[in-house]
C-alpha cells in the first residue's frame, strides 16, 4: 500500500513540515519522558519538577533537533 500526500505550496507550508517532522517531535517526547522524566524519578528523585523546568526541558530537547514551535 502506498500513500500520499499532497500540500498546495506555500499556503500549507505549516502542515507540510507537521507532516516531515512528525517523527523528530515524537522524539522530543520520547526523550521528555523516557529519558529526563524517567531519569529524575528514579535517580535525582525531587519532590516538585516546575513547569519552568519542563518547558526549559521541552525547549532543549526540541533546539537539539532544530524544531522550534514557530
Do not use: C
Request: proline share 1%; net charge negative.
Amino acid at each position: 500500500m502506498k500513500v500520499k500526500l499532497e500540500f498546495d505550496l506555500p499556503d500549507e507550508f505549516d502542515d507540510l513540515m507537521f507532516a516531515l517532522r512528525g517523527h523528530d517531535w515524537y522524539r522530543v517526547l520520547w526523550d521528555l519522558d523516557m529519558d529526563w522524566l524517567r531519569d529524575l524519578s528514579k535517580y535525582q528523585y525531587k519532590e516538585t519538577v516546575t513547569i519552568d523546568e519542563i518547558r526549559d526541558k521541552i525547549r532543549e530537547l526540541s533546539d537539539d533537533r532544530d524544531l522550534n514551535f514557530d
